[in-house]
């Protein structure tokens, strides 16, 4: 699986959209963008993935650029129980997950 | 529905002692996976399976034995139990024909003294 560069931590009012980008430059043709979220100690929750084109969901949206050199998760109106580690994947299909230190999202009321 | 079950939720093991650490998937999933988790870090792969009789290694395969004789069943072997192996451990399952989305287990914490 190519890499994937987050940052370390991120703010988001509550209420607001947060947006958390991911760099995964080395990204290959057939490798999914993937989102998870890791809340306090639970285990990681799935979100989202995609391949080219944008996606949406009932927790979120995922842009990918039309380079796929990078991509940007969308919490629409974070909450509280947003506040999480969230987690970037290039993944391919048949392989196993490889999980970086991801972006600790703190929601603020 | 149940999910994937992990049991114990704590351990506490003593330097040499040894434990199993169960999981259970109702999903009828074929790839299981053990990843470890320590303070402030990602999640490591220890062991995978992708099929029941058939295991490999991951990232951080040492001091850590699996077995794979049922589909709904994969469980983590610590032989001699070393301090640093200490950590949170997660099971994991998906479905290969399916989005590849991972399952996870809510964890089990183990602490060894």
């Known amino acids: 699986d190519a890499k994937t560069t987050q940052p370390t931590s991120m703010d988001c009012a509550e209420g607001r959209a947060a947006n958390l980008p991911c760099n995964h430059s080395?990204?290959?043709?057939?490798?999914?963008v993937y989102w998870y979220r890791q809340i306090h100690s639970q285990g990681p929750q799935y979100i989202i993935h995609?391949?080219?084109n944008n996606e949406t969901n009932e927790m979120a949206s995922l842009i990918i650029t039309e380079d796929r050199k990078s991509s940007t998760l969308i919490l629409p109106h974070a909450t509280l129980r947003d506040t999480a580690v969230y987690y970037c994947i290039a993944h391919n299909y048949g392989q196993n997950f490889v999980f970086g230190p991801g972006t600790r999202l703190s929601v603020l009321p | 529905n149940a999910g994937v079950t992990q049991t114990p939720k704590f351990q506490v093991l003593k330097t040499g002692q040894s434990m199993t650490l169960q999981c259970a998937q109702d999903?009828?999933?074929?790839?299981m996976s053990w990843y470890r988790q320590d303070p402030g870090m990602g999640l490591r792969l220890i062991h995978y399976s992708v099929g029941a009789g058939i295991t490999d290694q991951g990232e951080v395969p040492n001091g850590y034995n699996v077995s794979r004789s049922t589909t709904e069943d994969f469980p983590l072997r610590l032989l001699s139990a070393a301090p640093s192996q200490t950590s949170v451990y997660f099971c994991a399952s998906s479905s290969t024909g399916g989005t590849g989305e991972l399952f996870f287990g809510e964890g089990s914490r183990l602490t060894v003294l």
């Open positions: 999903m009828n999933h074929e790839y």
């Open positions: 995609g391949l080219k």
């Open positions: 080395t990204i290959s043709g057939n490798e999914y």
